[in-house]
Every structure is written in C-alpha cells, then in structure tokens.
C-alpha cells in the first residue's frame, strides 16, 4: 500500500521562510515523478513546484520561481520543498504527489491528475 505524507506546514510572517517535507512508503521512490501542488480556498489545485525521478529535471510554477527549491534524496525517499520569501498570497493546502511519467515541459505539474499518489497535504499560512 503506497502511503505519501506531507509535514512542515504552519503559520509565518511574511517574508519569512518553510521547509516541507514528504515522505512515501510502499513505491520504488526513484522511479517515481515527485511533485509540491497547492489549493488555496475556492481555487483550483496548482503544481508549484515539480521534479523528476533523477533529481534532472525541475519545474517551477512563475509565482513561486526564485523563491522555492525543490529537492530530493532518493535514499531516503524523500522530497523537500524549501519556501523563502513567503507571501500572503502563498497561503494554501500543500499537496504531495508521486507519479511514474513526466510529462515534457512541467511534467507532473501540469495537471493534478486523479491517478497521482496523492498525500493528505499540510497547511501553510502566511500571515501580513
């Protein structure tokens, strides 16, 4: 059974700074896509930030570019995002996802399928 948990949410100032983490079990972590999708309330789900099963390919969404860093350690089977500069507006539901394809351009980020292992998602909250 494929278990995906996000952890690392909470509530900052803006400007400030957050590190999140996912970790999964029950998949061959280095053969899967990896991706960070947010949903603000009465909004859409949306890829952040998204990165490929080698670590060679990443993708991020223009709200977020120069100030998030996706990352990943296949030994651990995990993945990172780090978040600096927070805004108010980067105020959402953090989402997790692992997915085997990587589509050209923003790869999994391109659409919150329904197929992806998703996780339950942490809350961050960016206060002005």
């Known amino acids: 059974q494929v278990q995906v948990v996000e952890s690392g949410g909470g509530l900052v100032q803006a400007g400030g700074s957050l590190t999140l983490t996912c970790t999964t079990s029950g998949l061959t972590f280095d053969h899967y896509a990896m991706g960070w999708f947010r949903q603000a309330p009465g909004k859409e789900r949306e890829g952040a930030s998204c990165?490929?099963?080698?670590?060679?390919?990443?993708y991020y969404a223009d709200s977020v570019k120069g100030r998030f860093t996706i990352s990943r350690d296949n030994s651990k089977n995990t993945l990172y995002l780090q978040m600096n500069s927070l805004k108010p507006e980067d105020t959402a539901m953090y989402y997790c996802?692992?997915?085997?394809?990587?589509?050209?351009?923003?790869?999994?980020?391109?659409?919150?399928?329904?197929?992806?292992?998703w996780g339950q998602g942490t809350q961050v909250t960016v206060s002005s």
């Open positions: 996802a692992a997915d085997p394809s990587w589509p050209s351009g923003s790869g999994i980020c391109s659409q919150a399928l329904a197929r992806y292992y």
């Open positions: 990165i490929r099963w080698d670590g060679g390919s990443t």
